[in-house]
């Protein structure tokens, strides 16, 4: 819930918004060696409002936000040297827009994506995983933008008494090209700054690649260590957006990441746990940064001298809107570190009923403070799922629980205040086997 806002340009009571969201999935199995699956999904969402930063003064909203996507895939077994063989397509298309006035002013990003993979059992102690990956995504705001990124890799998984050694290489190639649409003014065009202007085609390449090692204490647990080397390109959304966000253009950096983990596991039928420490350390740092400009000053200076606001408090009788226009950037936020714990345990009966608990917080540390926003304080979280698997459709009833403290204080305008979330699922399931 948001405090009530009155007087200004949206009046803002909660966070709700209507949706609503279809899925399917369906597989055929031809035989041992042969399947073909695919998966649908379609979400409709309308009158969204959602936060940024400091809930208590940035607030957006999406007249209407869509999300369609499509998976279809082929899997074959024994084939060659290769155990498994998969090539899966996927396409995902997302629709956001505000109306303004009678127009609507929309965002659209497509995706396209196709893989590649093979998996090979080489004797009884090392697993090889080989692939490759295309994928094209498309932007549409008030530019147009295509990504084109190419990536080969590998996994080898070596396994050796009670230890089973990982490692993984990844070689990623990116293009990143603007495209003028037919609102554009090719005359002035050159002399723009950002990306309101013209800008050159953007290539980048990277060598990622992982290590880890896991021992194996008894039969129902291990400790395990994994490091991984990053390098995140930015998308589309975040180099060329311009809505309620802004990109940055030529102007953004890769996020450049050395990340490691140590965790303990538990499995013993039907029972589970897990516990996990993580630091991360960014070079940088993709996020965002929030920028405001005095559009009235008279109109400022006016409130000062009747006492209603006090710009060295924040105080603007609650009409900061009058003041000021904000807008959100797209930037690169310098060095970050990033460290945390998780810890969870539940236990699942297939076909009956699972439990779980959770408990976690990620805490970050910057110079920059819009960095250490992204910290998340304590949070605890339960959930409890019910299956009636007597009745033929398999009803069930799923119950999740969440708590969020507000410890360690987030660095944001005013901290988290802490809350408790409870939502409650229904569902069936049904299951067709041709014999």
Known sequence: MLDEREGTEHEVKNLGFSDKLWQARLQYKFSDHHRLYY?????????????????????????????????????LNDVSVLDQLNLTYSNQMITRGTFQGLAINETILESNSFQLKGISHMGSDIDLTIGAEFTQDQAETQTLADQDYYAGYFNLDYERGDWVLTTGLRGNFWTAKQHLIDQHNTDVIDDLVGISGKIEDIDDHAL????????????????????????????????????????????????????????????????????????????????????????????????????????????????????????????????????????????????????????????????????????????????????????????????????????????????????FSADAYLGIRYEYAKK
């Open 208 to 419: 990622t690649y992982a290590f880890g090692m896991i021992y194996s204490v008894t039969s129902t647990q291990n400790l395990s260590f994994n490091y991984s080397r990053t390098y995140r390109f930015p998308s589309l959304y975040e180099r060329f957006s311009f809505d309620n966000f802004i990109g940055g253009g030529t102007e953004l950096n890769a996020e450049k990441g050395h990340n490691f983990e140590w965790a303990w596991k538990y499995l013993s039928d039907p029972w589970f746990a897990k516990a996990s420490l993580f630091y991360s350390k960014f070079d940088s740092y993709l996020g965002t940064v929030s920028r405001r400009k005095l559009i009235n000053p008279q109109g400022l200076q006016q409130c000062i001298e009747g006492g209603k606001c006090n710009p060295t408090i924040g105080e603007y009788d609650d009409r900061e809107q009058d003041f000021f226009s904000s807008s959100v950037y797209f930037e690169n936020l310098g060095e970050v570190s990033n460290k945390g714990f998780e810890i969870s345990t539940g236990i699942i009966e297939e076909g009956d009923y699972e439990a779980g608990f959770n408990i976690g917080l990620n805490d970050i540390e910057a110079d920059n403070v819009f960095a250490e926003i992204d910290s998340n304080p304590l949070e605890l979280s339960a959930h409890y799922k019910k299956t009636l698997s007597f009745i033929p459709l398999k009803p069930w009833i799923k119950i999740k629980a969440r708590y969020v403290t507000d410890w360690p204080k987030v660095s944001q305008n005013e901290g988290v205040n802490s809350f």
């Open 39 to 75: 998966a649908y999904g379609n979400y409709k969402g309308k009158d969204i409002a959602f936060t940024h930063g400091a809930a208590t003064s940035q607030v957006f909203f999406y007249d209407t936000f869509n999300r369609l996507s499509h998976l279809a895939g082929y899997e």
